[in-house]
């Protein structure tokens, strides 16, 4: 279970944006901070699609919040690329594609690795698999 708060002090590591002490959110960050949960909504999104979760969910609202999609590992090491790649898209875009590649490369391995689901398919057609209804 990892948090937005987490996930938010990670990518200021590796944007190079920890204050003195080791802080994630100062002054300097406060605009990364207020533009995460908008961002993880997305990321978390697109998460659901790729690995066919259907059910509901609720947003993240702030940075107390649990994230929404996956689980602790994909959280805390692909997520923090995905975050870092969209606030830094602007800025910096040589930095945000190098993070860009590296969350689709972790996000990429970690869909490879959810187990399947699987389901019955009704037959529609009733019969016909055996020849049954054929004139020849």
């Not at 990892?2 to 959110?25: I, P, T």
Request: no cysteine; aromatic share 12%; hydrophobic share 40%.
């Amino acid at each position: 279970m990892a948090y937005v708060e987490d996930v938010f002090a990670a990518a200021m590591g590796l944007m190079d944006e920890l204050g003195l002490s080791g802080e994630a959110l100062s002054s300097d960050t406060e605009e990364y901070a207020r533009r995460t949960p908008a961002i993880i909504n997305m990321l978390s999104g697109e998460l659901r699609i790729l690995t066919g979760e259907r059910g509901d969910w609720l947003p993240v609202e702030g940075m107390e919040d649990q994230i929404p999609a996956g689980d602790a590992s994909w959280a805390l090491a692909a997520l923090p690329y995905g975050l870092a790649a969209n606030l830094l898209v602007d800025e910096n875009p040589s930095a945000a594609s190098f993070y860009e590649q590296r969350y689709e490369e972790l996000r990429a391995y970690y869909i490879s690795r959810v187990q399947a689901r699987y389901e019955e398919i009704e037959n529609l057609y009733g019969g016909i698999e055996y020849g049954e209804f054929g004139a020849w």
